[in-house]
């Protein structure tokens, strides 16, 4: 049996709930109405034109469109996570990219080839669902990873500049930043690992189940996208760093922040 359809009608009368959000922040002071309105237009309309060209884009399901969707949604992220960070954008944009392209690039087509194993690697539906899932999450984990490095380095550049007075490379002297920016990157998906079914159903396991899948093969898709997921967050921060670091820092190893 298949979801129970939502109706437009069926969105408003949840939306009426917000309104005693609105009553409550006025009478604490918080002026936030119109910010959550426009979240809330912007939501709508966002998902509803990705819903009409995703349609579109699965039934044409064309390997070069697909391709190019994917590269879109990367340059996307990238520009988002250098928005978000103390870098420069002419200097780390294409690490940053590159960063998010490999991993999520080889882990799209091992997750179709071998965990799914659909015929056509490049197909329309699983590639861009699952590159999105990857990407939404390996971008938080970027944003948080490169700004702990680059910050921690600035914050304590006499240490830096000490061990390399020492005779310490460039790699040594960062590398305690390094560890911390990958600890700090990927924490809140191991955390979400180790508790997840007990004190959340994940969002993609949920909706196979409404859609009509038997719960335990929803758990099985849920695993494997949430070890993709974990995977590929590690590699992305792990070699935005690196390829980073190849622009961010001058001959004499002094960042350029």
């Given at each position: 049996?298949?979801?129970?359809?939502?109706?437009?009608?069926?969105?408003?009368?949840i939306?009426l709930?917000?309104?005693?959000?609105?009553?409550?922040?006025?009478?604490?002071g918080?002026k936030?109405?119109?910010?959550?309105?426009?979240s809330?237009?912007?939501?709508?309309?966002?998902?509803?034109?990705v819903?009409i060209?995703?349609?579109?884009?699965?039934?044409?399901?064309?390997?070069?469109?697909?391709?190019?969707?994917?590269l879109?949604?990367?340059?996307?992220?990238?520009?988002?996570?250098?928005?978000?960070?103390?870098?420069?954008?002419?200097?780390?944009?294409?690490?940053?990219?590159l960063?998010?392209?490999?991993p999520?690039?080889?882990?799209?087509i091992?997750?179709?080839?071998?965990?799914?194993?659909?015929?056509?690697?490049?197909?329309?539906?699983?590639?861009?669902?699952?590159?999105?899932?990857l990407?939404?999450?390996?971008?938080?984990?970027?944003?948080?990873?490169l700004?702990?490095?680059?910050?921690g380095?600035?914050?304590?550049?006499?240490?830096?500049?000490?061990?390399?007075?020492?005779g310490?490379?460039?790699?040594?002297?960062?590398?305690?930043?390094?560890?911390e920016?990958?600890?700090?990157?990927?924490n809140?998906?191991?955390a979400?690992?180790?508790?997840?079914?007990?004190?959340s159903?994940?969002?993609?396991?949920?909706?196979?189940?409404?859609?009509g899948?038997?719960?335990?093969?929803?758990?099985?898709?849920?695993?494997?996208?949430?070890l993709?997921?974990?995977?590929?967050?590690?590699?992305?921060?792990?070699?935005a760093?690196?390829?980073t670091?190849f622009?961010?820092?001058?001959?004499?190893?002094?960042?350029?922040?």
């Amino acid at each position: 049996m298949g979801a129970q359809s939502i109706d437009y009608i069926n969105l408003i009368y949840i939306l009426l709930f917000v309104l005693p959000i609105f009553v409550l922040n006025r009478i604490i002071g918080i002026k936030n109405e119109k910010k959550i309105i426009v979240s809330i237009v912007r939501m709508a309309i966002q998902l509803i034109l990705v819903g009409i060209y995703l349609q579109y884009i699965f039934d044409l399901n064309n390997i070069f469109v697909n391709i190019a969707y994917i590269l879109i949604m990367i340059g996307v992220a990238s520009i988002s996570i250098i928005n978000s960070s103390p870098l420069q954008f002419k200097k780390v944009f294409i690490p940053v990219m590159l960063s998010l392209l490999i991993p999520n690039f080889i882990m799209i087509i091992f997750f179709n080839a071998v965990v799914v194993r659909i015929d056509f690697l490049f197909e329309a539906k699983y590639m861009i669902t699952i590159g999105g899932m990857l990407l939404g999450n390996g971008l938080s984990g970027n944003i948080i990873g490169l700004t702990t490095f680059y910050s921690g380095i600035k914050k304590n550049k006499e240490i830096v500049n000490y061990d390399l007075a020492l005779g310490a490379t460039r790699f040594e002297a960062t590398l305690p930043f390094f560890k911390e920016a990958i600890i700090v990157s990927i924490n809140p998906t191991i955390a979400s690992m180790a508790t997840i079914g007990l004190v959340s159903l994940p969002g993609m396991m949920t909706g196979q189940i409404l859609g009509g899948s038997i719960p335990i093969e929803a758990i099985r898709y849920q695993i494997a996208i949430m070890l993709a997921i974990f995977i590929t967050k590690y590699f992305n921060i792990f070699l935005a760093i690196i390829l980073t670091s190849f622009t961010m820092f001058d001959a004499k190893d002094q960042l350029k922040l």
